[in-house]
């Protein structure tokens, strides 16, 4: 079976499970929780593809103390891959009167608890079970009252992964990368990852997102490298046994989860916003590009400082790639960490910037750091804005057009999710708190800030959200008080609109007809909600395009299952165009004639307009000419995005327009001013197959875009592969990913041993996708080579089967590892089935398969008993 097909059979698999198996499993960033065990809170049910689950109640934790400040002094052990720390806590009682103080601190070691009682440490006793830290304080304390508890203690966050099934990799709060520096190519680093609750991991606290507190933190580290936390660095000190700790301190309240630290050697290129630093740490080699890798970084603050009316309000802003980052990137206030990727030379900004990352974290600062979700059921307060504001700023920087296509890639993500997992965006049940980090809470809660937004009016969404951040900055909170900041400042009871899209699974499914009465002059629009969930409540604009060329705007509301709407016209229009506005977050088909997506493909004005219509006429282009024009003009559009998908889409090969039509593609892959158009008109000839292609493929290997080189080099693999081996041998010294892809995907094929030690140094250094398709390839190299190149590569494969951190990088390797079984078992069954005076020769060769297969077969059954991942194990054993 093609390893593709059983990646996907295994991420549904995974994705399935996690959504109807009512155990604990893992996901990403989990860390110790009561939420998995906590049976006497009350159950509820929640529903996922058909299925009912019972799910507990997700209450926001109590409090029951309250940390003002955390001061941390921290210094690290390599050898131990230990956090060797002393924490500092003033801590009140929230309310209550209390004894006593119950702290997070996952895999510890506890040498000291005391109270800080002037210059004294008075011992406090205390109980720990390796998850929490129980302290029995000398008196009882009202919440007029502070007292300071003094830790002295030592963190083991891979000893803890080894000790507790539910903390892996993803949450184990610090990490240590490259530690013992065996690995060349890496530099060795040390990083934290908050979200969720994996702080606890490396220092004591209150690991909930409901806390809050300012924070210091002595970092002492080898003089070589540099630091990073919240806040400012105060200053740096020397020191007599030759370290260097730096001091940070943030004098603004946070949340746990929020609190961050880099160790590693970076530039540091500076910036300025009004009075604060912002900075961008990049690794040495990419300093030249700093400002270009977080682009627009300062037009993002001074937009949403003015946007949101309320300035940026931290200490500094600081930006930050490491190695093997856990996640895309984190919000840490002030402190942003990003994956290794975002790391990027001009030539590559050229096919994908990061302006979508960089707005999302920034408006985190507002929507997660200032203002914070109280609960993780509470999250899309945090994460739908940020996600939100990515469409803000492309409409902002790059006019709506753009941002309407981000957005229609958000719709697609949720929907595609919403075929699996149906849930609430806000759901407070729910079996694992990661859960809540998906499509649903992001892209799906983004897209209904933009129907709240156009529901209410630019004018009352901006000024009710500016109230939101005013109101509850420095504050947690729950879905409510959004709500009910929106109803104080439109006057209008919104709970339909909040229970129906942020608390209610699903969303519509629409059928749209339409028909024109001639004798009654009089045009009908059906709606129809084909959905099984609640029926929908759909205010929406209709544009009418009357025959004299006049447009009309009928405002409706749907509110039923079959609803339809009557509009006196004295002409059959040219092109009814329901919601015209294309702001609906719904799965629609539409009843319309194709003359009619042809005149809204040319008429209508947004990009949404544009691509429906395209997406629509795209089957009919071989028996309708006027589609078909309609088709060839759209490869002229403004935007790209239309370009690219008319590229997508057209008719190239059939007679009555083929010259025209691939004229104008040649003419597109040379010459259009987007790489990503340039890259498809290249697909669409490639498609063709024909060698009178070649010299454009030859041409475009030497485009300033990556995108473009990687495409152009394989079509000239599948037309000219003699020419293709010669560019490939030329570029093997790039290190971008796309080159370095299709350069493995030719060696593959047609490279000869001596290309072995390409696979093997690059796979030193891969990462995340070029590491999958790396060990794809290589598997594939490898089963042409013979004994000689497996007695070398096997090791290799083997290794990344049970030691890559990522679970899909160690299928994909097993998986090459059978496919290289397949063929020796293939070569066995060849050989058996001859006969004749080369028996004997046969039978040797014979033997020697008999004893690789073998081989073979012990390492792949080596591999699966020693996986950790529990669906990776249950997929192992069903495979």
Not at 700 to 717: C, E, I, K, P
Not at 823 to 830: A, I
Request: with cysteine.
């Amino acid at each position: 079976m093609n390893k593709y097909v059983l990646l996907n059979m295994l991420l549904s698999l995974l994705v399935w499970s996690s959504c109807t198996t009512p155990t604990v499993l893992q996901n990403s960033e989990n860390t110790t929780s009561t939420e998995s065990i906590n049976e006497s809170i009350p159950i509820g049910v929640i529903s996922s593809h058909n299925d009912t689950i019972v799910y507990p109640y997700r209450a926001t934790k109590k409090r029951i103390n309250d940390i003002l400040h955390t001061e941390l002094a921290v210094q690290f052990d390599w050898d131990k891959t230990s956090v060797i720390g002393q924490a500092t806590l003033q801590v009140k009682p929230y309310y209550y009167p209390t004894s006593s103080l119950s702290l997070d601190a996952k895999g510890f070691d506890i040498y000291k608890v005391a109270l800080i009682q002037g210059t004294q440490k008075k011992p406090l006793a205390f109980e720990y079970d390796s998850l929490q830290l129980h302290i029995q304080l000398p008196r009882t304390y009202t919440k007029d009252e502070t007292y300071t508890v003094f830790i002295d203690y030592e963190a083991f966050p891979d000893r803890l992964i080894e000790q507790n099934n539910y903390i892996t990799y993803d949450n184990k709060g610090l990490y240590f990368i490259n530690a013992d520096g065996s690995h060349p190519s890496k530099p060795k680093q040390i990083w934290t990852q908050g979200e969720t609750e994996a702080n606890s991991c490396w220092f004591p606290t209150i690991d909930s997102p409901n806390e809050e507190f300012t924070q210091e933190l002595y970092i002492t580290v080898q003089p070589h490298y540099i630091t990073l936390s919240n806040g400012k660095l105060i200053r740096s000190q020397s020191n007599s046994d030759g370290t260097r700790t730096d001091y940070w301190k943030q004098t603004l309240n946070h949340a746990p989860y929020l609190v961050a630290l880099v160790v590693g050697e970076f530039a540091v290129v500076k910036d300025k916003w009004r009075d604060i630093e912002v900075n961008y740490y990049v690794e040495k080699e990419y300093a030249p590009y700093a400002k270009n890798i977080y682009g627009n970084t300062i037009e993002m603050m001074d937009f949403f400082s003015e946007l949101l009316q309320y300035d940026y309000p931290w200490e500094q802003y600081a930006q930050i790639p490491v190695r093997d980052y856990v996640a895309g990137a984190m919000e840490n206030t002030g402190a942003v960490i990003y994956y290794e990727g975002v790391q990027r030379t001009d030539r590559e900004l050229i096919d994908a910037n990061n302006e979508d990352i960089v707005a999302h974290e920034l408006v985190h600062h507002w929507f997660g750091d200032l203002v914070t979700a109280e609960s993780w059921s509470n999250l899309p307060l945090n994460e739908a804005f940020a996600t939100y504001g990515e469409y803000l700023w492309f409409e902002h920087k790059y006019g709506r057009a753009e941002a309407d296509y981000h957005l229609m890639q958000d719709l697609n993500a949720y929907l595609s999710e919403a075929e699996i997992k149906k849930v609430p965006i806000f759901r407070f049940h729910y079996e694992d708190r990661e859960d809540m980090f998906d499509r649903h809470s992001y892209q799906k809660g983004g897209r209904v800030m933009h129907i709240l937004r156009k529901y209410v009016g630019d004018g009352a969404f901006f000024e009710a959200v500016g109230k939101y951040v005013n109101r509850h900055a420095f504050e947690s909170v729950e879905v409510h008080n959004l709500r009910l900041v929106f109803e104080e400042v439109t006057g209008e009871d919104l709970n339909w609109f909040f229970n129906q899209w942020f608390l209610t699974e699903g969303h519509p499914v629409l059928e749209i007809k339409q028909t024109y009465n001639q004798e009654e002059k009089q045009q009908e629009i059906t709606v129809l909600q084909k959905q099984k969930e609640n029926i929908f409540r759909l205010p929406m604009v209709i544009d009418i395009y009357h025959a004299d060329g006049k447009v009309e705007r009928k405002n409706i509301e749907v509110t039923e299952a079959s609803h339809t709407f009557s509009f006196a016209v004295d002409e059959a229009p040219k092109l009814v165009n329901v919601d015209a506005e294309k702001f609906l977050l719904a799965d629609k088909t539409e009843d319309k004639s194709l003359e009619m997506f042809a005149y809204q493909l040319d008429n209508a004005p947004l990009f949404l307009d544009k691509y429906e219509a395209i997406l629509k006429m795209a089957r009919y282009q071989r028996d309708n000419p006027v589609v078909h024009s309609a088709m060839f003009n759209a490869l002229d559009a403004d935007f790209w995005a239309i370009r690219k998908l008319a590229l997508e889409r057209i008719e190239a090969n059939f007679e009555d327009s083929n010259e025209m039509v691939l004229e104008k593609i040649r003419m597109m892959a040379t010459q259009d001013d987007k790489s990503l158009v340039r890259a498809a008109a290249l697909e669409k000839l490639g498609e063709l197959q024909d060698t009178v292609y070649v010299p454009i493929f030859q041409k475009a290997v030497n485009d300033s875009s990556y995108l473009v080189m990687a495409t152009a080099l394989r079509y000239l693999n599948d037309l000219a592969p003699e020419k293709a081996l010669d560019f490939a041998i030329q570029l093997e010294s790039d290190t971008n990913p796309k080159i370095v892809n299709i350069v493995s995907k030719i060696y593959a094929e047609k490279g000869e041993i001596d290309k072995q030690t390409y696979f093997e140094e690059r796979l030193v250094s891969s990462t995340g996708n070029n590491r999958y398709t790396l060990v794809e390839f290589y598997g594939d190299f490898l089963s042409r080579m013979g004994d000689k190149a497996l007695d070398k590569g096997l090791p290799t494969l083997e290794q990344i089967a049970i030691g890559d951190k990522n679970w899909w990088i160690r299928l994909n390797a097993t998986q090459s590892i059978t496919s290289i079984l397949e063929v020796y078992l293939e070569k066995r069954k060849l050989l058996t089935s001859l006969s004749g005076k080369e028996s004997e020769v046969i039978n040797k060769q014979v033997h020697r398969l008999d004893e690789r297969i073998e081989q073979l077969s012990s390492k792949i059954a080596d591999i699966k008993a020693k996986e950790t991942h529990e669906k990776l194990q249950y997929y192992y054993q069903n495979m």
